[in-house]
């Protein structure tokens, strides 16, 4: 299977400690999303990156959000310092070059910060 | 800023009946996406149909059918023979593509339940 692949799946953590996930995306896709859902609510949007280069970024990434995507291949979000409120399901998304593409999701990183 | 909206937060529906999910947007652009996308309790977002909006025919895909009307800027899905893998939370989505990340803007979701 070559779909978007997200790790881990499941994190629980301690208010204050830093947790970084990772998003494989299909290989051909230049285009790289991460989003945020919470509990009965839509994704939102929080960052795009266009092979290496971070080019959007949402008001809701606050700065102790930070995203990688090196050598534009897989991407990476680290979380510093996590509250509660961080607790979400977390969604990567890619897409190839092109208008109106069709993003293509993995299974997201379910993230419980107590 | 675009905003969508889904008014049934539930639906429910016999096993081969019809069902239709509501969808409506705010947007002063003209060029746009629009999509469904279906999440399986505990399964990953899979993209159902999508829909140009420079396009007027409705787009079509087997089961699903949507009723697009660009003017009332609405965006209905339309599920015909309903299965029990219909089961799932189904997200309406707006892609703006005027420059930009082409990023999705979601609804908050439908969450059906297909009834043996």
């Known amino acids: 299977d070559t779909g978007v692949s997200q790790d881990p799946r499941h994190k629980i953590t301690k208010r204050g400690q830093n947790v970084t996930f990772r998003c494989d995306p299909i290989s051909e896709h230049n285009r790289l999303y991460w989003y945020r859902q919470t509990l009965g609510q839509g994704p939102e949007f929080l960052t795009y990156f266009q092979n290496e280069a971070q080019l959007e970024k949402s008001r809701l990434l606050s700065d102790r959000f930070s995203a990688e995507r090196p050598k534009g291949s897989f991407s990476t979000l680290e979380i510093q310092r996590t509250e509660q409120g961080d607790s979400a399901m977390y969604l990567c998304a890619s897409t190839s070059l092109g208008v109106g593409e069709t993003q293509y999701f993995g299974p997201g990183t379910r993230l419980l910060v107590l | ?116």
């Open chain 2, 1 to 116: 800023a675009q905003t969508v909206t889904q008014s049934q937060p539930e639906m429910s529906v016999q096993e081969a009946e019809t069902v239709t999910l509501s969808c409506t947007y705010d947007t002063s652009e003209s060029n746009y996406y629009l999509f469904w996308y279906k999440q399986p309790p505990s399964r990953q977002m899979i993209l159902v149909i999508r829909q140009e909006a420079y396009k007027q025919q409705n787009a079509t895909e087997n089961r699903f059918s949507v009723n697009f009307q660009k003017a009332a800027k609405s965006f209905s899905l339309k599920i015909s023979d309903s299965q029990l893998g219909d089961t799932a939370m189904y997200f309406c989505a707006f892609m703006f593509t005027q420059g930009g990340s082409e990023k999705l803007v979601f609804g908050k979701g439908t969450k059906l339940t297909v009834n043996p």
